[in-house]
Nanobody
Framework: VQLQACGGGLVQPGGSLRLSCAPSGSIFSIGTVGWYRQAPGKRRELVAAITSSGLTNYAESVKGRFTISRDNTKNMVYLHMNSLNPDDTAAYYC??????????????WGQGTQVTVSS
């Protein structure tokens, strides 16, 4: 099983980005998926999470600006980020609870995708 995260980049303050997380491999089902971020010198923090049924949870710092969504038909999870500010600069990681075809349940991490908010 692999998680491919992409969509990061350089954006000006006030701008928007959409991150994508694409699990692939021997997957039976995907449970809760979360987006985390880690800025230099800081601990990794949860930004947003979405359950298999669509329930969402957000960090206070991104509420009203970020939206997490999923397309279960494509095994895709997205993080729509609006009104970005320099404090959002970080490497963003997706984490997914995956039940494999062998019926093993494991949390997988994707590689980070860098988001830089700067003028």
């Amino acid at each position: 099983v692999q998680l491919q995260a992409c969509g990061g980049g350089l954006v000006q303050p006030g701008g928007s980005l959409r991150l994508s997380c694409a699990p692939s491999g021997s997957i039976f089902s995907i449970g809760t998926v979360g987006w985390y971020r880690q800025a230099p010198g800081k601990r990794r923090e949860l930004v947003a999470a979405i359950t298999s049924s669509g329930l969402t949870n957000y960090a206070e710092s991104v509420k009203g600006r970020f939206t997490i969504s999923r397309d279960n038909t494509k095994n895709m999870v997205y993080l729509h980020m609006n009104s970005l500010n320099p404090d959002d600069t970080a490497a963003y990681y997706c984490n997914a609870e995956i039940l494999t075809n062998l019926r093993t349940l494991t949390a997988y991490w994707g590689q980070g995708t860098q988001v830089t908010v700067s003028s």
